[in-house]
């Protein structure tokens, strides 16, 4: 017999342990902002126009789809900020206003609102969203064209591209240590791999992300680098550089633990998480695109109502029709 | 089986209705069809290989009896200064989805191939379709003779095929095989008709 | 219930426009409203079907026995379908090649049966012409409107004229395939909003 008092919940009045939506958005906030303000200093003026435009499209779009749809005006959770501030993070410092309000126009209103909200969407928002963006404008996401005027006291190259156009001749320049510190092109909030594992971390302690999601997700491209690296270890570049690079960081810590687009059970996240480093790297190396982390995150979203099936068998008698 | 015998009557009826309806539309369109099939699709083809002829190319043509087969063909005359010098015509070979039509040019005077150009085809998008656009690929035909059998260098010709597309470069050099011969059969002839006609 | 020629007509504009009120007929609708002028070919091919259909069925109801009509709606439709593609090839041979495949499959477009099935079959010739008529031009409204959204947003022209200027960067994704699902979808979602009120 199954223990009687272990799913008995008791008499009302309950209490309520003071969280909220808005708390877990606002702290994901707080965990972008060491990276975040490392990609200000890196990209200047331009950045912050581009990351304010983006936070405040974002949520006048919601604004917008709140009155469109009479419904309580949703804005103050923070969810449409940090979806702004996760799309700006991925993005050039130098990109036309146009694009980062349809960018978030996209993500908001396609990606969220449409599936009635916040816990409804199928994808990322925000991946989405850059997907979209690089079907229709890859020009203007290239970030060797859209950095062109800036001086770096480093290789100023988006490690990928020169990792797609050269193999991994094109590295030479990139160290381990620099690229962790940000010496490298990219998005605005993506460059600076320690503050974006300094938040992760602090997101995952603080239990707002599952750190099984992140760890396999970073696993899954280990695994993944290492197997092409050991086979050719001229053509691939070995794995440190795959998680340093691109996406892989703010894919693992802030795209992929997305709440209703990942699964919810044990093993189905660890499988979501490592299909999904898989994938990266496979498109990586194989695949026409640059970087992998945008495809690699669209797809485990997809597949993870699937993946999250696999549960632990019940014990003793299940209840068909409970 | 009264409903039986209405049910045979009723199909039977409708169908040689539709039939013979079709069969009078089809037969009365049929030559507009073929003249629109020149202007939209042999027509640019016929223009890219035939590049600064001083006649329409598409108008002046002439059809000339193949052996063993049933319906003629059309031979396309390029006019350059006021000499008839280059004749086209449609070959066609299987390429990877299906059957693909060449036009190919030969220059009458120096027995040479002039060009090579895609009008139909069903091949991959974005691998074989490049046929249509990849004049790296066309041009290695052109200047070749006009008895010469194009090969791909995998079997053990001179033509590079197009990266990824051998079968649909094997295709070509099939068609283009198989226009020289005809060529060869009909020269005689074909260069009689092509003396007609003037610029 | 029974209404008048002019409210068979009319309903095929608003209260059963396909495809957004019956989502029918979505092959089509995806498939070539890249441009205005491929939408507008494709909703006037299926209006012909559709009327010449709608005429010949509700006229031979009496005669087809119920077991086989559908298979006596198919051969009328493919036969209509076949006069189409003929005159297609033969008077707008561009837009023919345009249509491709598509001008074939109005045959199975259930739009056609739909109305063969459901109304022709069951009311008079005038009705069904009526019917047939409307459902046909609410069809090639549909069509026209989200192709001019797609080449709009898309292409940044309008039935091959450019309006943005040359300063606007066409949002491509809209003529790929998944836009072609997200404009149905935008457009259903304010269908149904301004139905609402």
């Known amino acids: 017999m199954p223990n009687p008092t272990k799913l008995t919940v008791s008499h009302a009045p309950f209490l309520h342990d003071g969280s909220e939506i808005s708390n877990k958005q606002y702290n994901i906030i707080a965990a972008t902002l060491i990276a975040v303000i490392a990609g200000l200093l890196q990209y200047g003026i331009p950045a912050l126009g581009v990351l304010t435009l983006s936070v405040g499209s974002a949520m006048a779009w919601e604004l917008l789809m709140n009155l469109l749809t009479r419904r309580p005006v949703s804005i103050g959770d923070g969810n449409a900020a940090l979806i702004g501030l996760l799309f700006a993070m991925l993005l ?22 449409i599936y009635g909200g916040i816990g409804g969407n199928p994808f990322n928002p925000v991946v989405v969203a850059y997907a979209i963006l690089m079907i229709s404008w890859p020009m203007f996401l290239d970030f060797n064209a859209a950095l062109v005027d800036y001086q770096f006291d480093f290789t100023a190259g988006f490690p990928l591209v020169l990792y797609e156009a050269y193999g991994t001749a094109g590295l030479e320049s990139f160290s381990p240590g620099g690229l962790l510190l940000g ?15 300094i938040g992760g971390i602090y997101l995952i302690l603080r239990g707002f992300i599952r750190w099984e999601i992140a760890v396999s997700f970073l696993a899954g491209i280990f695994i993944t680098a290492l197997c092409f690296n050991l086979y050719n270890p001229e053509v691939y570049a070995g794995p440190v550089f795959h998680i340093l690079t691109g996406y892989a960081l703010i894919g693992a810590f802030f795209l992929a633990p997305e709440d209703s687009s990942s699964p919810v059970h044990f093993a189905p996240m660890l499988i979501y998480g490592l299909l999904g480093g898989f994938l990266t790297v496979l498109i990586r190396n194989l695949g026409a695109h640059v970087d992998g982390v945008i495809y690699a995150i669209l797809i485990i979203n997809l597949v993870h109502p699937i993946i999250d099936k696999i549960r632990p068998k019940a014990m003793r008698r299940v209840m068909h029709h409970a | 089986m009264r409903e039986m015998v209405k049910m045979v009557i009723v199909l039977t009826v409708l169908s040689s209705l539709s039939g013979g309806l079709l069969a009078a539309l089809k037969n009365n369109t049929q030559d507009r069809i073929d003249s629109q099939v020149l202007t939209f699709v042999k027509g640019p083809a016929i ?24 319906e003629e063909r059309n031979f396309f005359v390029g006019v350059y ?62 200047g070749l003779p006009a008895d010469a059998e194009p090969r791909v260098k995998g079997d053990g010709g001179s033509i590079n095929a197009m990266s990824g597309a051998t079968i649909t470069s094997r295709a070509v050099c099939k068609a283009v095989s198989r226009a020289t011969d005809l060529y060869q059969q009909l020269q005689s002839q074909i260069k009689d008709k092509v003396k007609t006609f003037t610029g | 219930m029974a209404k008048t020629i002019g409210q068979e007509f009319v309903k095929g504009l608003w209260e059963e426009i396909p495809p957004f009120r ?17 939408g507008i070919g494709m909703g006037l091919a299926t209006t012909f079907v559709l009327v010449c259909a709608n005429l010949l069925v509700s006229i031979l109801s009496g005669i087809i026995p119920s077991k086989i009509r559908i298979a006596c709606f198919i051969i009328i439709i493919a036969t209509f379908v076949t006069v189409v593609e003929l005159m297609m090839q033969a008077y707008a041979y561009q837009l023919f090649q345009n249509l491709g495949i598509f001008i074939p499959l109005i045959v199975v477009n259930c739009i056609v049966l739909g109305r063969a099935e459901a109304f022709a079959s069951k009311n008079k010739v005038i009705p069904s012409f009526a019917d047939g008529l409307g459902i046909g031009v609410g069809f090639t409204l549909s069509l026209t409107a989200i192709s001019a959204v797609r080449e709009c947003l898309g292409n940044g022209t309008l039935l091959g004229y450019s309006i943005f200027g040359p300063a606007f960067e066409p949002f491509s994704f809209m003529v790929e395939a998944p836009g072609a699902f997200i404009c149905l979808g935008l457009l259903l979602c304010i269908m149904n909003l301004v139905g609402q009120k």
Not at chain 2, 51 to 68: I, M, Q, Y
Not at chain 3, 26 to 37: H, N
């Open chain 1, 92 to 113: 050039p410092a130098v990109v036309p206003w146009w694009l980062v309000v349809t960018g978030t126009f996209v993500a908001v209103v396609i990606g969220k609102q």
């Open chain 3, 22 to 38: 019956l989502v029918l007929g979505l092959c089509p609708t995806l498939a070539v409203t890249k441009s205005v002028e491929n």
């Open chain 1, 183 to 197: 010496q490298q092109a990219g998005g605005i909030g993506a460059t600076f791999g320690l503050g974006l594992i």
């Open chain 2, 47 to 70: 223009e890219n290989i035939l590049e600064g002829a001083n006649n329409d190319p598409v108008n002046d043509r002439f059809s000339l009896k193949v052996e063993g087969e049933e």
């Open chain 2, 81 to 142: 200064d006021g000499n008839p010098k280059a004749v086209a015509f449609e070959t066609r070979a299987s390429g990877y989805g299906g059957d693909m039509g060449v036009m190919v040019a030969f220059n009458v005077e120096s027995e040479e191939i002039m060009g090579v150009s895609v009008t139909t085809h069903n091949e991959t998008p974005g691998v074989g379709a490049t046929v249509e656009t990849d004049t790296n690929f066309k041009n290695q035909f052109a």
